[in-house]
């Protein structure tokens, strides 16, 4: 299970740190990732890191801005976002993939609920 956390409203150039628990599995066997979706669109990637953490993936679109962590032994996933733009409003979703590194959603195979994050111009 997945439980996302953190999202809210801000102001364009603020920041939200996302939290994503989990529970009922080994945390540190999976690739973690973020995900958003926008009202009207198609699920997006946001970032991935790899079981241990050491490696870290962006899309374009948010590289410089986000950064995705873990810690395995709070079995939790976290997405920093700073200087926050309208355009990234959405809901946002963790997610776990048991066996590649991958941006595609189709290869996820546990999801959070989503948690709204709306940026204000």
């Known amino acids: 299970q997945l439980v996302e956390s953190g999202g809210g409203l801000v102001q364009a150039g603020g920041s939200l740190r996302l939290s994503c628990a989990a529970s009922g599995g080994t945390f540190s066997s999976y690739v973690m990732g973020w995900f958003r979706q926008a009202a009207g669109k198609e699920r997006e990637f946001v970032a991935r890191i790899n079981r241990s953490g050491g490696s870290t993936d962006y899309a374009d679109s948010v590289k410089g801005r986000f950064t995705i962590s873990r810690d395995n032994a709070k079995n939790t996933v976290y997405l920093q976002m700073n200087n926050l733009k309208p355009e990234d409003t959405a809901v946002y979703y963790c997610?776990?993939?048991?066996?590649?590194?991958?941006?595609?959603?189709?290869?996820?195979?546990?999801w959070g609920q989503g948690t709204q994050v709306t940026v204000s111009s």
């Open positions: 997610a776990a993939c048991l066996d590649r590194y991958s941006r595609d959603v189709g290869d996820y195979n546990y």
